[in-house]
């Protein structure tokens, strides 16, 4: 298995603009995690899934984040407005359904809105 | 909220030397991993431990899990400039995982 696949690697793009990040988890792999990281606040979870059910959002910083994961295969992470404040770098997480399970992160999207 | 604490948070040492880094949470984790991240990567999991009391050992690495299972220490030994990196712990409950703060080591050769 190739792994956690994250695109784009990098994104730069202008204050108002919709972004949206792409991931495909490891095959098999029943939750699916987004995370956001920053030198000031670390690793965050913004949101995680479980067989495609949005389970825990409340890290979502605000209504212009959203996420979907139509399908075991695909989850994508939009950010309309983007901000300034938004510049970070992305993942995405997947691992098998049970406790004490490694977390298989993506190489992540580096955001940059200027 | 972060529930788990790094410290330090930074830590710049000589090829040779010994450290330890420690996680600490008010919270009781049902399970706690730490992981390393290297730069333009995502972070990859090292060791999970899960029995109150715990001792793992990887190679120079050593991961001892707190009694009460809210906190963890990771020491290595010897460092080498290979052990750079970020060491984040992550604290299980559940299916989601909840990261420390992390701890930015630089070994210099």
């Known amino acids: 298995d190739a792994g956690v696949i994250q695109s784009p690697r990098h994104e730069v793009t202008e204050m108002g603009q919709e972004v949206t990040l792409r991931c495909k988890p490891i095959?098999?792999?029943?939750?699916l995690f987004w995370y956001r990281q920053t030198m000031m606040r670390g690793l965050e979870l913004l949101i995680y899934f479980n067989n495609n059910v949005p389970i825990d959002d409340s890290g979502m910083p605000e209504d212009r984040f959203s996420a979907k994961m139509p399908n075991a295969s695909f989850s994508t992470l939009k950010i309309q407005p983007s901000e300034p404040r938004d510049s970070a770098v992305y993942f995405c997480?997947?691992?098998?359904?049970?406790?004490?399970?490694?977390?298989?992160f993506g190489q992540g999207t580096r955001l940059t809105v200027v | 909220t972060q529930l788990l604490e790094q410290s330090p948070q930074f830590l710049s040492i000589q090829e040779g030397e010994n450290l330890t880094v420690y996680c600490n949470s008010s919270s009781v984790f049902s399970s706690l991993q730490w992981y390393r991240q290297e730069p333009g990567e995502g972070p990859v999991l090292l060791v999970t431990v899960v029995t109150g009391g715990e001792v793992k050992k990887l190679k120079r690495l050593t991961f001892q899990f707190g009694d009460a299972r809210k906190d963890s220490s990771l020491h290595i030994t010897a460092a080498q400039p290979g052990d750079t990196g970020l060491y984040l712990c992550?604290?299980?409950?559940?299916?989601?995982?909840?990261f420390g703060t992390g701890t930015s080591l630089t070994v210099i050769p």
């Open positions: 095959s098999g792999h029943n939750s």
């Open positions: 997480a997947s691992t098998q359904t049970g406790g004490h399970t490694e977390a298989f």
């Open positions: 992550a604290g299980g409950g559940g299916n989601q995982f909840y």
